[in-house]
């Protein structure tokens, strides 16, 4: 029983963690039809970016992982507005070509930590009580899960507060559903765009920071590692939908743990690509329905 | 049906078209000659003993040189049979990989497990080449546009994670699989004879191109390109687009597959990254570098990446690089960025990659000559 309970939690902690890196992608393809491979390296750039920050503010004490997260979100966020204003935007609607911009970006990241970091994983001093853990049901959770599972809750309802209620989130998901009629009524989508990349770099770094307490580590490849699973859930929740990148995001997280505890390890990775290619047959755009 | 019909023949004028005016009976014959002396120098590669600075590692037919003249030339194949899906037919696939794996991996294990014979391994990699492009093709073309290319991703993903978990002892895991040279015929094998692995190699390439160039001069190639075009349209006229790029997915597995085994008789192993979406997305890079769709453009890009490559791995030991600050010396210590970055620039400043360049030259100056080109 206590082992349940810890794979059913542990399970949840890995759909946050997937939901913080996906919910960024979901909104940047529903509303510019872009599939953001750079994305992992927004989440790689936030972890480092953090983990620096950690090393130079040991005066901090305990408020040294707090500011060292918003370190990392607001380079996240820089390093998202940069790259859709300087190299997404001259290639107004030739997806293709964006796509494959992200692609480069992607890669040169990647390499581009390793030259300044090295290859090997660097241990990620969390802070300490992420290391303990509490009793629930006498299973020993380790606490970083409820920090993951916190951070990816406020994430969702603040987006879902910010698509709800606000003139922006009005035209986000009005651009989601129909680019060229927002434009027609002559309100300029393109603004938008910069503000949903920029949320998803910084929702992105904290997917990052939050994945390296999780993971004790930092390495150059994490990103990339994370974002064929992210790709994954936005696929599976229907691209531009909120609510199903969330629900998706659970239900990989799940799987993957699920099967990896009780069939074996490794196998949990194969029936979350096996469940995609599922989804993807009997219902082509999502879980939710929606047509990308 | 005239509508597209028009935009076919648009299309071939505009390949065919002559840079300019006065274009005479010997310049017409350049696409056929000059691709034939290249094939004939490369035959004669093996015997020349000049060396290419900044190119090859040493002399033209040292092992070292033979070797990487060999990898370049698979490279270039399986560059093309990609391109047969995403220059040609317009389908973005990110599973290539898993068409390449099977085919190196598949021999090894036949090779190495099973004791098979040459012949017998050469049988299972054609029925790989066959049976696993019509399987994954028939399934994933259920789905369009991104969904087709994250099903193809999942499919090979699968894949790729059972082949490193190393199911039985069977693929070796991480590790991978080194090909049991005993197996193969003693011209194959050993460092001495890297110009016979050279040949092998020439030979797979000629037979990718002549294959790719076959199909895209007959119906079938004229049905990819309207289903790149547009695909309802192609539906309207009475053809199935699905069973069109069926076809693209089945040649383009096939190349794929023999490219993986003719790769672990090249490297001498297969190991996971035959297997890796990175392999999938270099595939795509090498292709738009080259020119997506344009007739040499992929087997180029295939041949500048894996020497680019090469080179810059070589280029970030060297004392030039140790000598540089900083700021150049750790972006230049890392092949993939210095390959991302090319590629990021071909794709904002080039598009059509390295073979439109040419074209664009030549136009330029015949733009000076005459009106305006269009």
Redesign the interface.
């Known amino acids: 029983m206590s082992s349940l309970i810890l794979i059913l939690i542990t399970g949840v902690g890995l759909g946050a963690l997937y939901f913080l890196v996906a919910s960024g992608l979901s909104l940047i393809y529903g509303l510019m039809h872009v599939l953001n491979f750079a994305h992992g390296a927004f989440l790689t750039a936030g972890a480092y970016a953090a983990w620096v920050a950690i090393g130079h503010l040991t005066g901090l004490g305990g408020w040294a992982f707090p500011v060292a997260v918003l370190v990392g979100m607001a380079v996240g966020a820089a390093i998202g507005a940069g790259v859709e204003f300087c190299l997404i935007r001259p290639l107004y609607r030739r997806h293709i070509e964006q796509v494959l911009v992200t692609v480069g970006l992607g890669l040169m990241a990647v390499a581009l930590f390793t030259g300044i970091w090295g290859a090997d994983p660097q241990p990620f001093p969390g802070p300490e009580w992420t290391r303990q853990t509490t009793d629930i049901g006498g299973a020993a959770i380790p606490n970083d899960r409820f920090l993951l599972i916190a951070a990816a809750g406020l994430l969702l309802v603040g987006l879902i507060a910010l698509l709800r209620y606000t003139r922006i989130g009005l035209i986000i998901r009005a651009g989601v559903e129909n680019r060229t009629m927002v434009q027609a009524l002559g309100i300029d989508v393109r603004r938008t765009f910069t503000l949903v990349f920029a949320l998803g770099g910084a929702a992105a770094a904290l997917g990052g920071v939050l994945g390296s307490v999780y993971l004790g580590s930092v390495s150059p490849g994490q990103g990339t590692a994370l974002l064929i699973f992210a790709f994954i859930v936005v696929v599976i929740g229907g691209f531009g939908s909120i609510g199903g990148t969330a629900i998706a995001a659970l239900l990989v997280g799940m799987v993957q743990q699920m099967t990896n505890f009780y069939v074996g390890s490794g196998i949990g990775d194969v029936s979350v690509v096996l469940l995609l290619a599922a989804v993807l047959l009997v219902r082509p755009a999502g879980l939710t329905g929606r047509t990308a | 049906m005239t509508d597209l019909a028009q935009a076919l023949t648009d299309r071939a004028v505009k390949a065919n078209r002559s840079p300019g005016p006065g274009r005479t009976g010997v310049r017409r014959l350049l696409p056929v000659v000059v691709p034939l002396a290249v094939l004939v120098l490369l035959v004669f590669l093996p015997w020349m003993r000049f060396p290419v600075p900044g190119v090859l590692p040493g002399v033209v037919n040292s092992p070292g040189s033979m070797q990487l003249l060999a990898l370049c030339l698979v490279t270039g194949g399986i560059a093309l049979s990609y391109d047969v899906l995403f220059g040609r037919t317009g389908l973005?696939s990110f599973g290539h990989a898993l068409f390449v794996g099977a085919g190196a991996y598949s021999a090894a294990v036949a090779l190495g497990k099973w004791g098979a014979s040459l012949g017998t391994a050469v049988l299972v990699v054609l029925a790989f080449a066959v049976v696993l492009p019509i399987v994954v093709g028939a399934?994933a073309l259920?789905?369009?546009?991104?969904?087709f290319?994250?099903?193809t991703?999942?499919?090979a993903?699968?894949v790729a994670?059972?082949v490193?978990?190393n199911p039985g002892g069977l693929t070796g895991g991480e590790e991978g699989l080194s090909l049991n040279r005993s197996a193969l015929p003693s011209l194959l094998t050993g460092v001495v004879n890297a110009p016979y692995r050279y040949w092998l190699a020439l030979g797979f390439l000629v037979f990718c191109v002549l294959v790719v160039l076959w199909l895209t001069t007959a119906r079938t190639g004229h049905a990819w390109a309207a289903v790149r075009e547009n695909e309802d349209r192609v539906e309207v006229l009475g053809l199935s687009a699905y069973r069109t790029k069926l076809t693209a997915v089945v040649v383009a597995g096939f190349l794929g597959t023999l490219g993986g085994f003719l790769q672990l008789i090249v490297i001498g192993g297969a190991n996971p990254h035959l297997l890796s979406?990175e392999l999938t997305?270099s595939l795509?890079?090498m292709v738009?570098l080259g020119g997506a769709g344009s007739r040499w453009g992929a087997v180029l890009g295939g041949v500048v990446y894996v020497l680019l490559d090469n080179r810059l791995q070589e280029l970030s030991t060297s004392e030039t690089i140790a000598g540089l600050p900083a700021v150049l010396r750790?972006?230049l210590?890392?092949?993939?960025?210095v390959?991302?970055?090319l590629?990021?620039l071909v794709?904002?400043f080039a598009?059509g990659g390295l073979t439109a360049i040419g074209g664009r030259v030549r136009r330029w100056f015949a733009g000076r000559h005459a009106a305006a080109p269009k």
Request: a positive charge; hydrophobic letters at 65%; glycine letters at 4%.
């Open positions: 973005l399934i259920r789905v369009k546009g991104i969904a290319a994250m099903v991703l999942a499919f993903q699968a994670i059972t490193a978990r979406t997305l795509l890079i738009v750790v972006p210590s890392q092949p993939v960025f390959l991302g970055l590629f990021v794709v904002y598009p």
